[in-house]
């Protein structure tokens, strides 16, 4: 695996190789009713369908898969706000292994944390956000000398969620704008590797929760901004710092980040419902919400809108809705 900077189209088709027989490749649909709403051709890829309910274990797969024995054999120690633990852990499920720590924010959505315990692997409820969860994994790490696989700041998982770059091509070879949920930023700068490489006209737009906007301070400052003290939001999986090897990559592929509201976001999970009948968490609806409430500037010709991750649980939904 090459270096952040010098991470390459090739890593990212080595990652689809990698990954292929352990994950879906997940549906790209054209919405009609929201395309009529947008005024374009809204094609939402659907990776709220993926296994564990999010793109996450394709970059944790990718990582895992590319540590040699030894690395896997002093276990795995991973942190999240619940999408990244799920995907290690689905990882390890795939892989045969149960030496894994997972550390997850104590108010991370029961959903998930209901998903996690299923699994035989050692989880550890850990503070209020996702940094404090981190913290402690960083602890362990230190204390056991245990692989820690990083939820976004790892060229190796920047990789295998650019597969998803690689899937959207294959059903729309000729997106004119991809817009993406932004958080530690893996997802959005491995769909802009992908899809800048090979279709370099094609603008690819991050979004930001505004209670959380560190990729977009990030662009403004010139520097990753990671660990970042973020205001409340329902997107607990998009809340807090900007990984330096997304920004590394992404900085000159990412057109620029856009910001959405709290009630944007909830906007958003009904209207994908009605549209399409489709389940989406907070996290995984700030593109969809961005692209509705205008956001994203000269949205024309075909749209592709990410939706990341579906892990949305029944409380949180009645309040939405409600």
Do not use: W
């Amino acid at each position: 695996m090459t270096t952040a900077g010098k991470l390459t189209l090739a890593d990212v088709e080595r990652a689809r190789e990698r990954v292929a027989s352990y994950v879906r490749t997940t549906p790209l649909v054209h919405s009609r009713p929201l395309s009529e709403a947008a005024g374009c051709a809204v094609h939402l890829k659907l990776e709220n369908r993926q296994l564990t309910g999010s793109f996450k274990p394709r970059g944790a797969l990718n990582k895992i898969l590319s540590l040699d024995s030894a690395a896997r054999d002093r276990g795995l120690v991973a942190a999240s706000a619940g999408n990244h633990a799920l995907g290690v852990a689905h990882a390890c499920e795939a892989l045969g292994l149960t030496n894994a720590d997972l550390f997850v924010q104590r108010n991370a959505a029961p959903a998930k944390i209901a998903k996690l315990r299923r699994y035989p692997l050692r989880l550890h409820l850990e503070g209020d956000t996702f940094e404090a969860a981190q913290q402690a994994a960083f602890r362990r790490v230190h204390e056991t000398g245990a692989t820690f696989v990083s939820a976004y700041d790892d060229p190796a998982v920047v990789a295998g969620q650019g597969t998803v770059g690689l899937e959207i091509l294959e059903d729309l070879p000729d997106p004119d704008v991809v817009v993406v949920p932004v958080g530690g930023g893996a997802l959005s700068a491995g769909i802009a590797l992908a899809i800048r490489s090979r279709r370099p006209g094609t603008r690819v737009v991050g979004v930001n929760p505004a209670a959380s906007p560190s990729a977009l301070l990030s662009f403004r400052k010139g520097e990753a901004i990671d660990p970042y003290d973020h205001e409340p939001t329902l997107a607990h999986g998009l809340a807090g710092g900007y990984g330096r090897v997304a920004y590394d990559v992404a900085r000159d592929l990412l057109e620029g980040i856009v910001l959405v509201s709290e009630d944007e976001m909830k906007r958003g999970i009904p209207a994908l419902i009605d549209a399409e009948q489709e389940l989406a968490e907070a996290s995984g609806i700030v593109a969809l919400a961005a692209v509705l409430s205008g956001k994203v500037a000269r949205l024309e010709g075909n749209v592709v809108v990410v939706i990341s991750g579906g892990n949305i649980d029944s409380a949180t939904l009645r309040e939405v809705l409600q």
